[in-house]
């Protein structure tokens, strides 16, 4: 079975700092990973996906993740937060070839000025 | 507009009675899901479809119904609601498997 931990539930940084959000998965199968983020009272929108091939990926808004197979990871990371980043961001994964997906429980950034 | 949206926003009924989400797309997508939005649970899924007439159990079934007549629509039953069913309730669709299109979601309060 698929699963997903994120570190960490609430996450602070100044603007301008370093994003780090956490993320480790357990798959039987080479997994297929996704960062969604949630702003307030809406739905969730996909800021990246790996799937096959780099290993690096990069999203919408600056974001990108890279997907550790030796340490079952895929952090999410951007190099300088922005207020309009402060979110509940949420890490997923689906075996190959299955289209359900498993969501970690989230993790809420805040940006402070 | 195209896109995905889910009515009502909101919803506030009583335990026991029977509540219909609904979720519609424009896309043609084939597949459709529901998760709900507890916290420190993050989403997890309920029911999905593959296709009209076509459905699978999720993660967390028990308590509700599906249908899909029509490929746009995927409404969600509670039969018979319980306060542990008070949460957000999300819609998504897909084509390409790998990106799944998400309404804005349903808060529904069982009282």
């Known amino acids: 079975a698929q699963s997903v931990t994120q570190l960490g539930s609430h996450v602070s940084v100044s603007e301008g700092a370093l994003v780090l959000l956490r993320c480790n998965y357990s798959?039987?199968?080479?997994?297929?990973l996704f960062w969604y983020v949630q702003y307030p009272n809406q739905g969730l929108q996909l800021l990246l996906k790996?799937?096959?091939?780099?290993?690096l990926v990069k999203g919408i808004n600056g974001f990108e993740a890279e997907f550790k197979k030796s340490e079952t990871s895929f952090h999410l990371t951007k190099p300088s937060a922005h207020m309009s980043d402060a979110a509940e961001y949420f890490c997923?994964?689906?075996?190959?070839?299955?289209?359900?997906?498993?969501f970690g429980s989230g993790t809420r950034l805040q940006v402070q000025p | 507009d195209a896109g995905i949206t889910q009515s009502p926003r909101y919803k506030i009924t009583e335990t026991g009675r029977q509540v219909t989400l609904m979720c519609h797309q424009t896309?043609?997508?084939?597949?459709m899901f529901w998760y709900r939005q507890d916290l420190g649970h993050g989403l997890r899924l309920i029911y999905y479809?593959?296709?009209?007439?076509?459905?699978d159990k999720g993660e967390v079934p028990d308590g509700y119904v599906v249908s899909r007549s029509k490929t746009e629509n995927f409404p969600l039953t509670l039969e018979s609601a319980t306060r542990s069913q008070t949460s957000v309730y999300f819609c998504?669709?897909?084509?390409?498997?790998?990106?799944?299109?998400f309404g804005p979601g349903t808060r529904l309060l069982v009282l």
């Open positions: 998504a669709s897909s084509e390409r498997w790998e990106t799944q299109y």
């Open positions: 798959s039987s199968v080479p997994p297929y």
């Open positions: 790996y799937t096959t091939g780099a290993t």
């Open positions: 997923a994964v689906s075996e190959a070839g299955r289209r359900a997906l498993t």
């Open positions: 896309w043609s997508h084939s597949y």
């Open positions: 479809s593959a296709a009209a007439d076509i459905t």
